[in-house]
């Protein structure tokens, strides 16, 4: 198993910005592709961003293109998640997720694709 737990989340601005991490322990971090998702109040837990388990690929959700970037260094077990730009609709629950995969170059964007989950780290963004 790989345990997975999240940090940085908190409150900002519109127009602000915030780090996400999520740190692995448990398992060989390099054999897992990685997810970021969010769950807003009242909604469903949906896609924002993932990277392959070689960094080589990544892909995002519409609604975070151009203002999110995720990461990961996989000499430090860790993927990130730079969030710009804020909006007060970014507001969310956000979780990362790990997906063990043999495929250096795949992403996945579904949930059940993934067996692995964090807790998860409130971001709220102000107008």
């Known amino acids: 198993q790989v345990q997975l737990v999240e940090s940085g989340g908190g409150l900002v601005q519109a127009g602000g910005s915030l780090r996400l991490s999520c740190a692995a322990s448990?398992?060989?971090?390099?054999?897992?592709?990685m997810g970021w998702f969010r769950q807003a109040p009242g909604k469903e837990r949906e896609f924002v961003a993932a990277?392959?388990?070689?960094?080589?690929?990544?892909y995002y959700a519409d609604s975070v293109k151009g203002r999110f970037t995720i990461s990961r260094d996989n000499a430090k077990n860790t993927v990130y998640l730079q969030m710009d730009s804020l909006k007060p609709e970014d507001t969310a629950v956000f979780y990362c997720a790990a997906a063990i995969t043999t495929a250096a170059t795949v992403v996945f964007t579904k949930r059940h694709n993934y067996g692995y989950w964090g807790q998860g780290t409130q971001v709220i963004v102000s107008s």
């Open positions: 448990g398992r060989t971090f390099s054999n897992y592709a």
């Open positions: 990277i392959s388990k070689s960094g080589h690929t990544t």
